[in-house]
């Protein structure tokens, strides 16, 4: 009768297989794979006092995640910044009208990821105003509701664009009046009240 041997064999990588059964249950497998990079350049707001716009500060809260820290910051353009490294810089001029800051961030392996944000500084003022007699409107700037008190209950009032084009147009009985913006984009808007011989205008900043 024959005898048959039978060998057994086992790839572990070079390590003994005894050894490696041994410890292969308190091995613990970890992904090296880092999490994306984010930029966060903040929200878009629109300002209508220079001096609220000069203590504002760019950037989010936090301005970069994900990736591998430690970030380094570049914000364009850099002109109006305190300084354009920082996560949160300071704007520190910037003049009227509308400006887009872009902000690329860089983490320790050199991956970058890019934001930007819109910043509007705008001069309001009152127009065809008579002596005696105001409207006032509140919140300003408003996201969703603008709340209008008018010198007398009667009278019209229309939502018109910063051209001039009537968007809207109700009469009020009231001396106060509410109107939902909610479906308006943000930019700037006229409202306009007519009534007892009075034309009053004001301007007002939807931002969400």
């Known amino acids: 009768m024959k005898k048959i041997l039978i060998l057994l064999f086992s790839a572990c990588c070079g390590i003994?297989?005894?050894?490696y059964a041994q410890s292969a249950h308190s091995v613990t497998l970890a992904s090296m794979q880092d999490s994306l990079l984010?930029?966060?350049?903040?929200?878009?707001?629109?300002?209508t006092n220079p001096n609220d716009l000069n203590?504002?500060?760019?950037?989010?809260?936090?301005?970069?995640?994900?990736?591998?820290?430690?970030?380094?910051?570049e914000w364009r353009p850099s002109t109006a910044l305190s300084n354009?490294?920082?996560?949160?810089?300071q704007i520190s001029n910037q003049t009227v009208g509308q400006q887009i800051y872009q902000l690329t961030v860089f983490d320790d392996r050199n991956c970058t990821a890019v934001d930007s944000v819109m910043i509007t500084l705008l001069f309001i003022s009152s127009v065809?105003?008579?002596?005696g007699a105001s409207?006032?409107?509140?919140?300003?700037?408003?996201s969703s509701r603008i709340v209008f008190e008018t010198p007398f209950r009667d009278g019209t009032l229309r939502l018109k664009d910063s051209n001039g084009r009537v968007l809207e147009q109700t009469n009020v009985t009231e001396y106060?009046?509410?109107?939902?913006?909610?479906?308006?984009?943000?930019?700037?808007y006229l409202i306009e009240y007519t009534g007892n011989?009075?034309?009053l205008t004001e301007k007002f900043i939807i931002q969400r």
Not at 38 to 47: E, H, P, S, Y
Not at 128 to 131: A, C, G, R, S
């Open 16 to 19: 003994p297989c005894s050894l």
């Open 197 to 199: 011989g009075l034309s």
């Open 176 to 188: 106060r009046s509410t109107i939902n913006i909610q479906h308006l984009p943000i930019g700037v």
């Open 55 to 73: 203590a504002f500060f760019l950037g989010g809260n936090p301005t970069a995640f994900g990736g591998t820290p430690p970030y380094r910051y």
């Open 135 to 142: 409207l006032k409107l509140y919140p300003n700037p408003a």
């Open 84 to 89: 354009d490294t920082l996560s949160n810089p």
């Open 38 to 47: 984010i930029a966060d350049a903040g929200q878009d707001t629109a300002f």
């Open 128 to 131: 065809d105003k008579k002596e």
